[in-house]
Structures are given as structure tokens and as C-alpha cells.
């Protein structure tokens, strides 16, 4: 079994053990009038959705003592399916309840108890607006920005009141002592959500950095290098990302992630390029040096730990080579001598980002630049097409199960260079 096989498995029974923590609390207490088998189904489904959307605010919070060691993308792909799991348990909870007894539904009457109807149905509505605004983000037009505020907002908003729901029904969470662990077990999630969004950015305060150079880079990208204010420091590995916000205070919507480009052996400064992409990445060659900014992190697992002299194989998409720029400026500074094999791929020669650096690379490591374009001009000599199994099969040495692969880049190619 690979080691990252073993930690998702050792952190997927840890996430399922604490989604499980709400429904094992309520059932310390025997209810005195039983719902029968779908009201006591529907209930369940309620106290495990909650568990769940809290755990969707733990793993969603960029914690470093929480799995991070699996990456971050795949922390990413397992908060989406678990989102969608929560949204199910939230429509699945009252439908079973209503269908064991249709009295209940008298509780969505808000000429009965209004605030009661209000709250449900409330509660109803931010689960379903906050699952479909993450998936459909683009679709709809919201920005990142605005997104991430109302996604924070909704999330407190859902865990809070499915907690007072799930309080103020009794049904199964009578009784001060079982009433009490929940509201302790819940509110380690609370806290989390306003340590990452608030408490995280007031410690960030006194760490502010400033932009001391702004260079244009081939493919329509933007370099941008970084140095402290004071006396801190920014430790990190190659490979890593961080969160940047730019400005005179770190309590900002705009907070972006980026991978960086600078080599690990040098953290008195800082570099990151980003593509313009059309969105807050092209307002970045407009950033003048001077600009003050505070930066969160490191993050991420993307980290090599070549030590096989089978080396390490790594392949990029477009602007996905940024982070193995960052990996092999490092090798270059450690004087690794491991064999090393990059695989770039875009759309054209002009969109090859540290081209010019990568052949200078190629001088100072054991590594073979290998350029594929699905665009190539006329006369080009290199790889055409797209990353798949028969290119990997005439630029490779056959795999020997000890070289390690690094993929980055956009979401097909990282599918097929996967695949391959």
C-alpha cells in the first residue's frame, strides 16, 4: 500500500469517526415517545448532516495538524463530495420525518411559530445555496471574493442553527449532559471557521511583507518577488503555495492562493508568477513595488523527497510549472544530482513560461527538458500533441516503481498525464 494510500485511510476513519460524533451523542439519550423507524431515520440523517457540515468547516480551514500531509487537492475533491453528501442528509432529514408523520409539517407553518418555520426553512435554503454556489461559482458569476465570504457566512449560519434545531427538538438531545457535548463538539468547528477567517488574519497583522520587483514573463504572466518588513521570516518547502492579500490590512475579501516560484534555500524573499487569466490575476502586472502585503502559509504536500536514484519525473501544463520552477531552483541550490526529467506542455512556444531558464536548468542538473506543444510553429523539431501514454513511453525510462512523479497543471491534463 503507497504511504499516501495509508494517510488518506488513517485520515478518512478519523474524519468519519468526528462526522459521527453528533449522532453518537443523541443517542445516549432514549427518547420517551420513539418516531418509529422513518421518523427516527430521518432524525438520524439530521444529527449526521450536521456532523458532517461541521467537518466540511474543519478540513475546508487550511489547518496544517489536519491531513495535510495528503495534499491539498485531494482535500479539495473530498470536501465537494462530502458537501454534496451534507446537502442530501439536510433534504433526506425532514422528507422522512413529514412522510412518518404529516403533522410535522405544521412546523414549517410560520402562522404557528413563526420564528420556528423561519429558522427551518432558513436553514433549508443556506445548505442548499451554499452546496450550489461552490459547484456552480462560475455559472452563476459570483466572484471569488464574494464567494468565499458567503461560503464562511452560510457555513456558521448552518452549523449554528442545525445546532439550536437540533437543541431546541429535544427529541433525542434531552438532558444537560447530552445537550452540553454537542454544544462542545460543535463549537470546536466554529472556532476553527473564525481562527482561519479572523483571529489567523489579526496574528498576520504584525508580519506584513512589500513588493520589491514586478516582471512581465512569457505566456501573458506576471513575476512578483516579495520581502519581509521586519525581522520575521517565511520558512517553507519546494513545492508549496500561499495565500496573499495585498494592502494596508490582511482583513481583506481578496485573499488569493499562489504557488511559489522562489527556491526554498533563499526564505529572506519571495516570488510567485501567475497567467492572466482575466480574473484578480490581471491586476497583478499593475502592482507597484512598494505595495505592502501579508502572506499565509505555507502550504500544500506537493514536496519532493527524492531519494532514489531513480530520480523524479515531473510534468506541467501551462502556468501549472510554477511550483517545479520552485522545485528545481531548489535541486539547483542543494546541488542534487538524482536524474530528473521535466515534461512541459502548451499550447504554443510563446506560452512556454521559463523556457529561456529551464534550458539554463538543464546545464546546472541532471535534467531533461522535454517541450510538448498542441500548436507547434512551423519547422518545430520537439514533441507534438498532448501528454499521454505513448509519449511518456518513447521520453521515459521505463518505470521501476522507486521515481517519484510530480503533476500540475490543468484538470484534463493532469487526468491523462495520471492516467498514463
Not at 404557528?112 to 443556506?126: F, K, P
Not at 462560475?138 to 465570504?149: C, D, I
Not at 499562489?258 to 529572506?268: I, M
Not at 536548468?361 to 512551423?378: Q, T
Request: aromatic share 10%.
Amino acid at each position: 500500500m503507497r504511504p499516501i494510500t495509508r494517510r488518506g485511510l488513517l485520515w478518512g476513519g478519523l474524519y468519519l469517526l468526528l462526522a459521527l460524533l453528533p449522532l453518537g451523542i443523541a443517542l445516549l439519550t432514549v427518547p420517551e415517545e420513539p418516531r418509529g423507524l422513518l421518523g427516527a431515520t430521518g432524525v438520524m440523517f439530521g444529527l449526521l448532516a450536521l456532523g458532517v457540515f461541521g467537518m466540511q468547516v474543519v478540513i475546508s480551514g487550511r489547518h496544517r495538524w489536519f491531513a495535510e500531509s495528503i495534499g491539498f487537492d485531494n482535500f479539495l475533491q473530498f470536501h465537494r463530495q462530502t458537501g454534496l453528501l451534507a446537502l442530501w442528509l439536510v433534504v433526506a432529514h425532514p422528507l422522512l420525518i413529514f412522510a412518518s408523520d404529516p403533522s410535522y409539517l405544521e412546523f414549517l407553518d410560520p402562522r404557528d411559530d413563526t420564528l420556528r418555520a423561519l429558522a427551518l426553512i432558513g436553514l433549508l435554503s443556506a445548505s442548499v445555496v451554499l452546496i450550489v454556489s461552490s459547484l456552480w461559482r462560475l455559472q452563476l458569476g459570483l466572484s471569488y471574493e464574494w464567494w468565499r465570504l458567503l461560503h464562511g457566512g452560510l457555513a456558521l449560519f448552518v452549523v449554528l442553527g442545525g445546532l439550536g434545531h437540533a437543541l431546541m427538538a429535544s427529541h433525542y438531545t434531552a438532558g444537560w449532559i447530552t445537550a452540553g457535548l454537542l454544544v462542545a463538539v460543535l463549537m470546536v468547528p466554529v472556532y476553527l471557521l473564525l481562527d482561519s477567517r479572523l483571529i489567523r488574519l489579526w496574528r498576520l497583522r504584525k508580519r506584513p511583507w512589500q513588493v520589491v520587483d514586478n516582471q512581465p514573463a512569457l505566456g501573458d504572466a506576471t513575476t512578483l518577488t516579495l520581502k519581509p518588513e521586519g525581522g520575521h521570516r517565511f520558512d517553507f518547502n519546494a513545492g508549496q503555495f500561499f495565500w496573499i492579500t495585498f494592502g494596508d490590512s490582511p482583513f481583506s475579501l481578496q485573499q488569493h492562493p499562489f504557488s511559489l516560484v522562489s527556491s526554498a534555500c533563499k526564505p529572506g524573499q519571495v516570488a510567485f508568477t501567475a497567467k492572466n487569466l482575466g480574473d484578480f490575476t490581471a491586476t497583478l502586472p499593475e502592482v507597484p513595488p512598494g505595495t505592502r502585503a501579508f502572506i499565509e502559509g505555507p502550504y500544500g504536500a506537493f514536496i519532493p523527497d527524492v531519494r532514489s536514484a531513480s530520480g523524479a519525473v515531473m510534468m506541467a501544463g501551462g502556468i501549472g510549472i510554477t511550483p517545479i520552477m520552485s522545485i528545481l531552483r531548489t535541486f539547483r541550490d542543494q546541488g542534487v544530482t538524482l536524474p530528473l526529467w521535466l515534461i512541459y506542455a502548451n499550447p504554443s512556444w510563446d506560452e512556454a513560461t521559463f523556457r529561456d531558464e529551464l534550458a539554463e536548468l538543464e546545464a546546472e542538473l541532471p535534467l531533461k527538458v522535454i517541450h510538448v506543444l498542441s500548436d507547434p510553429p512551423e519547422g518545430w523539431q520537439g514533441e507534438c500533441g498532448y501528454i499521454d501514454k505513448a509519449l511518456l513511453e518513447r521520453c521515459l525510462p521505463e518505470d521501476d516503481d522507486r521515481r517519484e512523479y510530480f503533476i500540475c497543471g490543468p484538470e484534463p491534463m493532469m487526468n491523462a498525464a495520471e492516467g498514463a
